[in-house]
């Protein structure tokens, strides 16, 4: 079971940019899948963005098409979430999540990070 830690997130005016990482524990984290999800207060879990485990086909939700962007480094253990033109919409506790090659449900959660965007 992997271990996942984020960091990254704060305060950001809306129309800026901030880059949320991801550290894994394990040296196995080539083998998974990663992705980011969100939760604002009251709100369900959103999907936001996912790679697969070589770091390649990136996808996203409909929310941050085109202003996100997810990328993994396997030689860092590091799975990163890129976000530029930041909206208000866009505050949210930002979780990195895992899961195996073989198995579509995600097994290993951070603990998340909060991203405030304020006008």
């Known amino acids: 079971q992997v271990q996942l830690e984020e960091s990254g997130g704060g305060l950001m005016q809306a129309g800026g940019s901030l880059r949320l990482s991801c550290a894994a524990s394990?040296?196995?984290?080539?083998?998974?899948?990663m992705a980011w999800f969100r939760q604002a207060p009251g709100k369900e879990r959103e999907f936001v963005a996912g790679i697969n485990s070589r770091g390649g086909s990136p996808y996203y939700g409909d929310s941050v098409k085109g202003r996100f962007s997810i990328t993994k480094d396997n030689g860092k253990n590091m799975v990163y979430l890129q976000m530029n033109s930041l909206k208000s919409e866009d505050t949210a506790v930002y979780y990195c999540?895992?899961?195996?090659?073989?198995?579509?449900?995600?097994?290993?959660w951070g603990q998340g990070t909060q991203v405030t965007v304020s006008s």
């Open positions: 394990q040296r196995t984290f080539s083998t998974y899948a």
């Open positions: 999540a895992a899961r195996r090659s073989g198995s579509q449900e995600y097994n290993a």
